[in-house]
């Protein structure tokens, strides 16, 4: 028989709950990741590469963005059957031509949010700020990322031959600047994080978007995908949060960030209700059994738990 009222322990906040709740207390973990930036464009000499989208994990044992001295952050006690705002950021679009790209969307669970990756710049106009930043066009400087959440891009280089931009910030670390010696690159992407909040590794998110160059003689340091970034001529991964890839040379548009996602992760004997403008999976188990996690990879809506 479960015992439902303990309202005589002497206990504050025990009322209504059963042996169950103090076995297995509720408590979400949650992976929250901002879309990324999009790349920037440049005919002639190379654009910056998109920022990741900001980074925040309460995960047990697991960082946030921004480096390994971010403080953890706290596991999140929902109270049962109350509605909680789930937002999902869209990726930002990259450069179509000369131009800077747009920055990520932000997402946020709980009003715990994160913010979106900086766009990448091009020529004299910088990268912009964000959950991490936009890496510079040739001439101009990359952007800071925001505190636990992300890293810096890195700035161009304006120097005959190479003109080469930027690569945007990763969710752990920051862009690696051009090398204006043979062979040549442009600025790499920023390394993203991995997660086990499913309950295995996640093969790797929030990478920063790399920069380019102007040819193939002077070539794109992206042609390593760098945790959901994309090399050049393509778009970054649905739900990774990295950032675009610069548009330099003939190499086609800038790349797409990509979008954001919002992982939550409970205790098996507990349901989530999910409202509508939420797209995910539904609930699935973690290897171990003893937890669930639901995944949402787009839209914004209301949870609640019970």
């Known amino acids: 028989m479960s015992i439902t009222n303990i309202s005589n322990s002497g206990l504050d906040g025990t009322k209504g709950r059963s042996l169950a709740d103090f076995a297995s207390p509720l408590e979400v973990q949650y992976l929250i990741i901002a879309g990324g930036g999009g790349g920037g464009g440049q005919w002639v000499r190379g654009g910056g590469g998109g920022g990741a989208g900001g980074y925040r994990s309460s995960v047990i044992g697991e960082n946030s963005g921004g480096g390994s001295s971010v403080a953890p952050e706290t596991v999140f006690t929902p109270v049962k059957s109350t509605n909680y ?154 739900n990774s949060g990295a950032g675009g890839p610069g548009r330099g040379g003939d190499h086609g548009g800038a790349g797409n960030g990509g979008s954001g996602v919002v992982i939550l992760k409970y205790p098996n004997i507990y349901n989530i209700t999910v409202g509508s403008g939420l797209s995910s999976g539904g609930e699935q188990s973690t290897d171990g059994g003893a937890y669930k996690y639901i995944e949402f990879t787009s839209g914004s809506g209301n949870v609640s738990f019970a």
């Open 85 to 238: 705002t789930v937002t999902v950021g869209a990726g930002g679009s990259g450069a179509g031509s000369d131009g800077v790209g747009a920055s990520g969307n932000s997402s946020s669970f709980a009003g715990i949010s994160c913010t979106g990756g900086g766009y990448g710049g091009y020529a004299t106009s910088s990268g912009a700020s964000g959950g991490s930043g936009g890496g510079g066009g040739h001439a101009s400087y990359g952007a800071s990322g925001t505190s636990g959440q992300g890293t810096s891009g890195s700035s161009g280089k304006d120097q005959n031959p190479f003109f080469a931009g930027g690569g945007g910030g990763g969710a752990s670390a920051a862009s690696v600047a051009p090398i204006n010696s043979s062979p040549y690159y442009a600025g790499a992407g920023g390394v993203g994080l991995h997660s086990s909040i499913k309950g295995s590794d996640d093969g790797g998110k929030a990478g920063g978007g790399p920069g380019a160059g102007y040819s193939e003689a002077y070539n794109f340091a992206g042609q390593v995908k760098y945790d959901g970034a994309a090399s050049s001529g393509s778009n970054s991964a649905a």
